[in-house]
């Protein structure tokens, strides 16, 4: 079999692989290979039809994000808030109308959507992107590891692995990872892996025009989660929102009607009249879910020591927002991990 050699591999071309990357760029390093399983980049960034239907907001206080985003000369501005909010704490009583105090900060979006800043680095990694590479194996052989994968062997020196740690695990080691690395892998919750997001376009704000903001809460509905997701320039007009996962197993046709007659209900008739409709379960993406999902309701745990540790006698490390000390399951967290794992291959 054909083995491809280079200094370094990254295996996954989400935030995290190609932050480091590109982190490895601006030292001049340039000797590495980036696999995806995926035939897209962005892992669990993905932008349709101007939807995110993966990570969408970041908050002031992400500030390596900032800075990334400043040095790829990307804009960001601020989610939309304008008018009323809806909350329906409840099937039996009215809903629950608010405004948001507009002297507060809100959170920030990516101009043209999260994608632009997969875009950005991964125009600087042109040659060193490879699609369509499930890796099944890691195997430490004396001064390299090797990384099997579909589409032929690679090695490097050195390996770093930006998986979810659910899907992380089931690989084959050789030799096998420590017993504790392998608990906590298994019992780290993916980040995304439970939502189930629906966007939609419009020829017009017409929520803005009624007075709405277009944010709806609610705990006891088809969607659990809406919020106004017009792009930077107000070009397109969309709404966005997470749906409950008690319709995961209901009828496509009929979760969709769910939820127009719930949105229905609280924005008016002219939510049906929309220019494109699209969902996206993240449970059901191989890339990202596994079989044994469990939905958590309060903020999961991430950046567990054992992720600070090289493995394989220093040639393998493994990376991703689920790692990160700061801010995992944001992007946030995938950026740090990604600056820190490229230091660490480097040290």
């Known amino acids: 079999m054909k083995k491809t050699e280079s200094k370094y591999i990254i295996i996954g071309a989400g935030i995290s692989g190609l932050t480091t990357a590109y ?11 980036i696999l995806e399983g995926r035939d897209r980049i962005g892992g669990r960034v993905l932008t349709k039809n101007d939807i995110d239907f993966g990570p969408a907001w970041f908050q002031p206080s992400h500030k390596n994000l900032l800075q990334l985003l400043n040095d790829l000369d990307i804009e960001k501005f601020n989610q939309y808030s304008i008018g009323k909010n809806v909350l329906v704490y409840n099937t039996m009583a009215p809903a629950h109308y608010f405004e948001s105090d507009q002297s507060q900060p809100s959170a920030y979006r990516v101009a043209g959507g999260s994608i632009q800043l997969i875009k950005k680095m991964a125009s600087l990694l042109k040659d060193k992107i490879v699609l369509n590479t499930k890796v099944s194996k890691i195997t430490e052989i004396e001064n390299e590891i090797e990384v099997l994968t579909d589409n032929g062997l690679f090695s490097a020196e050195k390996a770093i692995i930006t ?95 769910r939820i127009l007659v719930y949105l229905e209900k609280y924005l008016g008739k002219q939510v049906r009249h929309y220019l494109s409709y699209d969902e996206k379960d993240w449970s059901k993406d191989p890339y990202t879910s596994c079989s044994n999902l469990k939905s958590v309701y309060m903020s999961p745990k ?43 291959i480097k040290a």
């Open 163 to 257: 998986l979810p740690p659910k899907l992380a695990i089931t690989l084959k080691y050789t030799p096998e990872l420590p017993f504790e690395l392998n608990n906590v892998m298994k019992n780290t919750h993916t980040w995304m892996s439970n939502a189930i997001k629906v966007g939609m376009n419009y020829e017009s704000p017409f929520w803005r025009k009624k007075g709405f903001s277009g944010t709806i809460i609610g705990q006891v509905g088809p969607v659990v989660e809406l919020y106004d997701h017009t792009n930077a320039d107000e070009t397109t007009y969309s709404l966005m929102g997470f749906v409950n996962e008690g319709l995961r197993d209901v009828a496509a046709q009929e979760r969709k009607e």
């Open 302 to 344: 991430y950046g567990n020591p054992v992720f600070d540790m090289l493995y394989m006698n220093g040639k393998l490390l493994f990376s991703g927002t689920e790692t990160s000390p700061y801010f995992g399951g944001y992007i946030e967290g995938a950026v740090i991990s990604g600056i820190l794992t490229a230091n660490k």
């Open 23 to 33: 982190q490895l760029l601006k030292e001049g390093e340039h000797n590495f290979l």
